[in-house]
């Protein structure tokens, strides 16, 4: 409502000043003519004006924004995957079967150009993962999930997530594998059935995250060289990798 009187003002106020502006040019000039066409030319061009300010003024500055709040979301996925998304894809990557048909293709590095994340990315929708986890490998996962529940109840939380469908899928599939895993107090007492709807459920984490993954790098590839440098020297698809430079 304060907004709506605002505006009102805002219009009385200007509407008020042309009438003004025009009484001081005829008192001075004396041309009423001059002053017809005068508004008769602007009111031509007004059209032109509310084109270019409500359309293209306003779309430019939409993508802006958007391009600012995507920033302030690759903070947030940044901070997940120092915290827990790195640490939780080699784990994954450990009991993988299957992990050998794409390891060598996510060596990620600096060569690699916007149509090699793009093309990866696209061959990654093909790829078929094959768990081979223990109960107490699935246990490390239960309790690394227990004590990362807040912040990811906090990442699910945050008002930019709106804008990366992809991140936001996968926190949910997180916290479900966390609803799983405290609806049951023993997980060695689990029936070969109840153990296998449990993999499916970290196998769907485990697909998301890998794209998930790969989105980041090229983030950090194309806007801070020096992230992208130390998450390379992570990389979870690497065997070789080593924080330490020689």
């Avoid at 502006?21 to 602007?42: A, E, G, K, M």
């Avoid at 690394?144 to 807040?150: N, Q, S, T």
């Avoid at 799983?180 to 449990?198: G, Q, T, Y």
Wanted: overall charge positive; charged content about 25%; hydrophobic content about 50%.
């Amino acid at each position: 409502m304060k907004r709506i009187r605002w505006y009102v003002i805002l219009c009385a106020i200007l509407i008020v000043l042309f009438i003004a502006f025009n009484l001081i040019h005829y008192t001075v000039f004396r041309d009423s003519n001059f002053l017809l066409l005068w508004n008769l030319t602007n009111l031509a061009f007004l059209p032109v004006s509310v084109l270019f300010v409500s359309i293209i003024l306003e779309e430019l500055l939409s993508i802006r924004e958007k391009r600012a709040r995507l920033e302030k979301l690759n903070i947030v996925i940044g901070i997940f995957f120092s915290n827990y998304g790195t640490k939780l894809l080699n784990k994954l990557i450990a009991v993988d079967k299957n992990i050998s048909s794409v390891k060598s293709a996510m060596l990620v590095n600096a060569k690699w150009s916007k149509r090699d994340f793009v093309d990866e990315k696209k061959s990654l929708k093909n790829y078929s993962s094959s768990l081979s986890i223990s109960v107490d490998e699935m246990n490390d996962v239960s309790v690394a999930l227990k004590e990362k529940e807040d912040s990811l109840l906090r990442l699910l939380e945050n008002p930019y997530l709106s804008e990366h469908a992809q991140f936001t899928e996968l926190l949910r599939a997180l916290l479900h594998l966390r609803e799983e895993f405290a609806c049951r107090e023993d997980l060695s007492k689990c029936p070969v059935s109840d153990f296998n709807h449990i993999v499916q459920d970290i196998n769907r984490v485990y697909l998301l995250l890998i794209p998930q993954w790969l989105d980041y790098m090229r983030y950090l590839k194309e806007n801070y060289a020096y992230l992208f440098s130390l998450a390379m020297r992570r990389n979870p698809f690497d065997p070789k990798a080593d924080i330490i430079i020689i």
